[in-house]
């Protein structure tokens, strides 16, 4: 049955089409429980049911590419453009070719348009420093995505406030974030606590035998030959610093996990740049030793391992609060006996039966992405940076709650990267790590580790609130639909 024929609406919402709409009772910005029950009831209806008559859709035509004059081209721009087409010309070269990134994205964008038959009029071209990501950010730049940053806060961390920027595109993430941070502050603020700062690599070796390879692992390991390693590592960086030294064994195979502090830098090139040093001081003594890769995937680098979890990699910190009863009913709607309950069942039952690695929590990784992106660090080290395990317990009588969360392996740096980029740079600078800190090495990058932590903290304890008040339907319904879409259709 064709539903464009459905036309005849019952009285009832003819009548509400006709006039505007209403609400006694709600505040600003708040969405009545008639129109929230009316949209879960909406979402229920089967498809092709009483519904309001939307506008014939059109067919779809194909699209137009824009006229490379709106681009800007010259003459000349549009031979190079004609030359990358036909293959003549790498679109990777045109930078050094041209000497000029922005000419050089805008003639890859136009000649990628031509080639896909496909507009991307929609992805931004002007506006962004092409020249910045030169050989560190992005290879091959058409253009730029727009992310919304919205502000937390402020967090009241170890006696010291902070705005803190996310970037996301979930409605309710920030808003939540917000109360929890509300939540923290009203209570006296959280304090935190970094149990370990070190980035690791663990490159893996091979020898015609294991014994030979224990051999290795038995040098290696021995506290007598620490300084010699920690000279040879050391030279990489006048920041690295060797702290430790692992390995584990897989028949001949070798799994060597470095550890050593980076500064204010991530560090991943920095460990990288020692463990070389040191491969090649080896193989004076082990020249029978086969170097199969510098990274063996025991690291464990942007992939959920238990390594991580147990040993840490990156800042390892513990964020904690106490939250007062009376906060606990005002902001969160909520009360301590349901929170304790809830984090048990959900939190640590509910992911152990799920069979969770260093995901025991309700969301932590939300919050670590939203900061990841408006700083700079590397989204996808969000996997391990996200391991998180949330505790909610029970203090002074069971008046009021103790609520921490632990995490292992937070990987962040202030210097280097997606950090020196203007957008991600002045996010830092709101934060107040923006580049590296001239008092202590590294002491940026670990404020900024406790901040995400923070913001963790306040995340977990907003939405676990709202799931034990049974609020989390509600308050997506008030940010991921959109109002504007309503009051079209009631207007």
Not at 58 to 76: C, G, H, R, Y
Request: aromatic fraction near 4%.
């Amino acid at each position: 049955m064709d539903c464009r024929r459905r036309q005849s609406l019952p009285a009832p919402i003819k009548s509400s089409l006709r006039k505007k709409v209403t609400f006694a009772g709600a505040g600003k910005g708040e969405v009545p429980n008639n129109v929230e029950q009316q949209i879960l009831k909406d979402d229920k209806r089967p498809p092709c049911g009483i519904a309001i008559p939307l506008p014939k859709k059109q067919q779809p035509k194909e699209v137009e590419i824009p006229s490379p004059n709106a681009l800007d081209l010259t003459p000349e721009d549009l031979e190079i453009v004609e030359s990358v087409v036909n293959g003549s010309i790498p679109s990777y070269s045109l930078e050094s070719k041209l000497g000029d990134c922005f000419c050089a994205a805008k003639i890859r964008r136009e000649a990628l348009q031509r080639i896909t038959g496909r507009s991307i009029s929609g992805l931004p071209l002007n506006g962004f420093d092409y020249d910045s990501i030169l050989g560190q950010c992005c290879e091959m730049p058409v253009g730029f995505v727009q992310i919304p940053v919205g502000i937390a806060g402020p967090l009241l961390l170890d006696g010291r406030e902070y705005s803190v920027p996310m970037a996301t595109t979930e409605g309710c993430l920030v808003a939540s974030t917000n109360r929890g941070c509300k939540a923290i502050y009203l209570s006296g603020g959280a304090t935190s606590v970094i149990l370990k700062d070190g980035m690791t690599r663990a490159p893996v070796v091979r020898f015609q035998s294991a014994k030979r390879a224990a051999e290795l692992k038995f040098f290696l390991e021995n506290p007598a030959n620490f300084e010699t390693l920690s000279l040879v590592f050391n030279k990489s960086s006048r920041f690295a610093r060797l702290q430790e030294v692992k390995c584990t064994m897989a028949g001949k195979n070798l799994y060597i996990r470095f550890t050593c502090s980076t500064g204010d830098a991530m560090g991943m090139n920095m460990v990288s740049k020692g463990v070389q040093n040191v491969l090649d001081f080896l193989q004076r003594d082990f020249p029978d030793m086969d170097v199969i890769g510098i990274s063996g995937n025991y690291c464990s680098d942007k992939k959920p391992a238990a390594v991580n979890w147990i040993e840490g990699r990156g800042k390892s910190v513990v964020c904690e609060a106490v939250i007062k009863d009376e906060v606990l009913k005002k902001v969160l709607k909520t009360d301590v006996d349901s929170l304790v309950e809830l984090n048990m069942l959900k939190n640590l039952t509910g992911s152990a039966l799920a069979g969770a690695l260093g995901g025991f929590n309700a969301h932590a990784a939300n919050i670590v992405s939203a900061i990841y992106i408006a700083s700079g660090q590397d989204p996808a080290q969000n996997v391990e940076s996200s391991h998180c395990i949330t505790m909610m317990e029970a203090i002074n009588d069971g008046k009021d709650l103790h609520v921490s969360v632990s995490m292992p392996s937070i990987e962040v740096g202030t210097v280097g990267g997606g950090t020196q980029l203007a957008s991600q740079s002045a996010c830092l600078n709101l934060l107040g790590v923006k580049g590296a800190n001239k008092e202590c090495a590294g002491g940026n990058a670990r404020r900024l580790a406790t901040i995400v932590a923070g913001s963790v903290l306040a995340g977990e304890l907003s939405l676990m609130s709202a799931i034990a008040a049974g609020q989390l339907v509600k308050s997506h319904m008030k940010y991921n639909r959109s109002s504007r879409d309503m009051s079209k259709a009631s207007s």
